[in-house]
């Protein structure tokens, strides 16, 4: 429970750079308060969680011919999902088009990956830290 409390927070704060500071254009969110970001990394953390291990199976050639670039295409088309979700569910996030929607999954990545790396140990399962 603690990690996925952790991962929530990953999530939450990378999606607040990117829609909390508004230096993207064209990620629009009409709700930034804590608890709003909370629950849009929520709706993220689950697009990821189901979408993004079906969509990697069904495209693994494509991601292996290009190197892996395709997974920016993977990144970009669920972070927009993620934004019309947000619209749909009345979370006041949406994103306008393919450009913005790119730059963010980007940022997101990038920044869920740094704060990883940071918190790897307390990411890490509790049976692993018990053998060392």
């Known amino acids: ?6 991962r929530l927070l990953i999530n939450g704060a990378a999606l607040y ?5 508004g230096w993207i254009e064209g990620i629009h969110a009409e709700n930034t308060s804590w ?3 909370l629950l849009l990394a929520l709706i993220f953390g689950l697009v990821n969680a189901l979408l993004r291990p079906l969509i990697k199976f069904l495209t693994c050639p494509l991601i292996i011919l290009s190197l892996g670039f395709f997974a920016l295409v993977i990144n970009t088309a669920l972070f927009w999902f ?5 619209q749909l569910l009345d979370v006041g996030f949406y994103v306008d088009g393919i450009g913005p929607a790119f ?10 990956w740094i704060l990883s790396m940071l918190l790897k ?5 509790q ?4 053998k060392r």
């Open 1 to 6: 429970m603690e990690r996925l409390l952790l």
């Open 17 to 21: 750079l990117v829609i909390g500071t």
């Open 35 to 37: 608890w709003g970001i």
């Open 82 to 86: 993620t934004g019309w979700l947000g």
């Open 103 to 112: 730059l963010g999954g980007l940022v997101v990545s990038v920044v869920s």
């Open 121 to 125: 140990d307390e990411l890490e399962p």
């Open 127 to 130: 049976r692993r830290r018990e």
